[in-house]
């Protein structure tokens, strides 16, 4: 079925959870093609300012009373069956949806569509695809997984047939909507509150490949293990991308003291271009190939994906410097899964530094206890971590783990000098007396951790102050 936004004019949706990333993003592609727009969340936020602004009604609160002559009700996959609206809809017999086939249908809409998945690099692999676009000037509309300043907030709309999205994996959601072109970054062991295993996952990446429209083209990481398994029964066209291996390569790769990489872009041994990136680290190359080679595949060409990427300055919260103060530097990073961690440190060692200090607050109790080994190794090559309580997120505790245990199994590795703190001011006073100047203070995480920069920015300036 196809959700054709010019017969919905002037029609009602509503959206539990609008203040989301990716719900304010489909509720603001609805009010540009003049659908009436409501939608309930718990908080004010910037999202739901912005929304409102542009004409949705938005109540404060999940409650059976908001749902009263809408046309169609989209939820999140965090709204449980007893939630009061859902349960109202369902009794008025309102068309439902999940986001994530809400859309698929949105998608449909789109001739020329682009879905960025894989295990990291969503964002800014979604962000480097945004700059080139508009570089483009192709008009995009685009739904991206954090503040992007570049378009000022998490989506823009366009007026073309240009769509970029994040295609998340988590229970499976990027199944109801594949993009003509589909992007798979890297696939690694996660999620596995709902995943049975690394071979479960594999298995659902194979059936997204067999889901794409079959004029749709899919662009995948060759140097990443997992892929060939993925691809070997791909029925559509592929273009691969990698350091090592693939159709489009990365050569002749230096980094600067700020560790921003430059290097040449070679197709089937024919070069492209020269690159210079304005953000760091060797998982931003493998980015930026992904970029190129799903902008290729959309018939960009090759100088505005240059322009684009060189002036690409980074997204919120991915490897973000946040200040420098005392000689200190303060970078956060979004980091919450093993590889994701170890590709941030990567980045800060080839850095100019004295020392590097980590901050890091793992997320959810599952995705703990599950690559809890592979957490313990992280950490080995920097000077010293300080670790946060988990982040529960949308889970209950049950005891199973705790940072407290991640801290002890770190200490009896001797390799690094581990803290474990209970609040964000403690963590930062810490901070404060360990580091000095030349050092590089990296929070890591997909909660609060970035709360320990912020109480840390006025114990640093106090130490700058004459005397």
């Not at 068309?95 to 295990?119: C, K, M, P, W």
């Not at 159709?247 to 230096?254: F, G, H, P, Q, V």
């Not at 946060?388 to 590795?413: C, F, H, K, M, N």
């Amino acid at each position: 079925m196809l959700f054709d936004l010019k017969e919905y004019e002037n029609k009602k949706v509503h959206f539990i959870g609008i203040g989301g990333v990716s719900m304010s993003g489909l509720a603001a592609i609805l009010l540009n093609s003049n659908i009436k727009v409501t939608g309930s969340d718990f908080k004010e936020s910037e999202n739901v300012k912005r929304l409102r602004e542009k004409g949705a009604e938005i109540f404060f609160g999940h409650h059976k009373e908001n749902i009263t002559d809408q046309d169609i009700v989209v939820y999140t996959a965090a709204i449980r069956e007893d939630n009061e609206e859902l349960m109202r809809a369902k009794e008025l017999g309102i068309i439902t949806y999940d986001r994530a086939e809400f859309l698929g249908h949105i998608i449909q809409n789109f001739t020329n569509s682009i879905a960025v998945t894989g295990t990291h690099g969503k964002t800014s692999t979604t962000s480097m695809l945004s700059a080139i676009s508009l570089a483009a000037e192709v008009d995009p509309t685009i739904l991206v997984g954090a503040n992007l300043p570049l378009i000022g907030g998490n989506y823009r709309i366009g007026d073309s047939d240009f769509f970029i999205t994040e295609a998340c994996e988590y229970k499976e959601s990027f199944l109801r909507f594949p993009g003509k072109v589909a992007l798979i970054l890297n696939i690694e062991a996660d999620h596995l509150d709902y995943y049975r295993d690394l071979n479960h996952i594999l298995d659902t990446f194979r059936v997204y490949v067999s889901v794409m429209p079959e004029d749709g083209v899919v662009v995948a990481n060759a140097d990443d293990a997992n892929m060939s398994y993925v691809l070997q029964d791909a029925t559509i066209r592929t273009l691969t991308f990698g350091i090592r291996s693939g159709d489009l390569r990365a050569e002749d790769i230096t980094y600067n003291p700020q560790g921003k990489p430059s290097f040449k872009v070679v197709y089937q041994g024919e070069l492209l271009a020269e690159l210079t990136l304005n953000v760091p680290g060797e998982f931003n190359i493998y980015n930026a190939l992904g970029a190129i080679g799903a902008s290729l595949s959309c018939g960009l060409g090759i100088d505005s994906i240059k322009k684009g990427l060189e002036t690409y300055m980074g997204v919120d919260k991915r490897f973000q410097h946040l200040y420098t103060e005392n000689g200190i530097m303060v970078i956060d990073d979004y980091a919450h899964h093993p590889g994701e961690v170890v590709n941030a440190i990567d980045t800060v060692l080839k850095m100019d530094h004295r020392k590097v200090h980590v901050v890091f607050q793992s997320h959810t109790y599952t995705r703990t206890r599950a690559l809890f080994d592979d957490f313990v190794e992280c950490f080995d090559r920097v000077d010293s971590l300080t670790l946060l309580p988990i982040y529960a997120a949308r889970e209950p505790d049950t005891g199973l783990v705790s940072a407290e245990e991640l801290g002890d199994a770190i200490r009896r590795r001797k390799t690094v000098d581990t803290e474990n703190f209970e609040t964000f001011e403690e963590a930062a006073k810490h901070l404060s007396e360990l580091a000095k100047p030349g050092d590089i203070i990296l929070t890591m995480g997909a909660g609060e951790s970035v709360k320990v920069a912020e109480y840390l920015k006025p114990l640093l300036e106090d130490q700058t102050q004459p005397i």
